[in-house]
């Protein structure tokens, strides 16, 4: 219970690394708000959650409305009380295995609006409330666009946009006391990833659902980086500083 009267915010988490931070997070005893666009898989992430003795809130949630994201820190802090930790999962993947002479500019701005922007406008909407010094701000980076390249130019972008953003907002928050981290996962079974990896076995010519469940073998659990993150989010994790990489 390392978590325990700790209110967590987490963006994406109805699914995928999301959720798994979610349970994780629920488990060590923080009360959960899951802000994400998929409502009905997010509420039923809230339900597993409260089932299993969980205290959790679901606020639909674009993270690319300024006045969405807002309102989930407001909802949170409304609801709970309180809030002490930001963990920032929503994203998306889009413009994969796309030539960059041929990746069209809209997809390009929408990913970088989703992942970049999209974490930039929490965190902004998360600081005020966050308590001075003994907040944390976790943002979900990657290997791509950290350490490697990308099957997509948008997508590699967009996370070394975001690991350059934390990067930012370390010595300015530390002067505050607010912990931040972000974290770069590598190949994970996520409903993204397997699409990724479907993506390339059509653009191939082979099946694309045997590819994924070939993949599903290989790939890492995301229950393993949610345990990375509720362990960050806690005060365990004090002397902790930086970025992490994860399998």
């Not at 609801?79 to 390009?108: N, S």
């Not at 999209?118 to 902004?124: H, Q």
């Not at 995301?222 to 362990?231: H, Q």
């Amino acid at each position: 219970m390392r978590l325990k009267d700790k209110v967590v915010v987490i963006t994406g988490g109805a699914r995928g690394i999301g959720r798994a931070a979610a349970e994780c997070c629920a488990a060590d005893g923080a009360a959960v708000v899951i802000g994400d666009l998929l409502a009905e898989q997010g509420e039923a992430t809230a339900a597993a959650i409260a089932a299993a003795g969980g205290r959790v809130r679901f606020v639909p949630t674009d993270v690319t409305s300024e006045a969405e994201c807002r309102r989930l820190i407001t909802t949170a802090v409304e609801t709970f009380g309180r809030l002490d930790v930001l963990i920032t999962c929503a994203g998306i993947l889009r413009g994969d295995w796309v030539p960059v002479e041929e990746l069209d500019d809209a997809v390009f701005s929408s990913v970088l609006d989703v992942n970049v922007r999209g974490t930039f406008l929490c965190v902004k909407y998360a600081v005020p409330h966050l308590p001075k010094p003994g907040g944390v701000v976790i943002c979900l980076a990657s290997g791509a666009g950290v350490r490697g390249g990308s099957s997509s130019m948008a997508y590699g972008a967009s996370k070394g946009g975001v690991h350059g953003l934390t990067l930012a907002l370390e010595p300015h928050l530390a002067e505050r006391g607010i912990r931040v981290h972000d974290v770069c996962p590598g190949g994970i079974a996520t409903d993204m990833k397997l699409n990724n990896i479907g993506n390339l076995a059509e653009r191939k010519g082979e099946s694309r659902q045997a590819a994924m469940e070939a993949a599903r073998a290989t790939l890492g659990d995301p229950i393993g980086v949610g345990r990375v993150l509720a362990f960050l989010a806690s005060d365990d994790a004090d002397y902790v500083r930086g970025s992490i990489h994860t399998r």
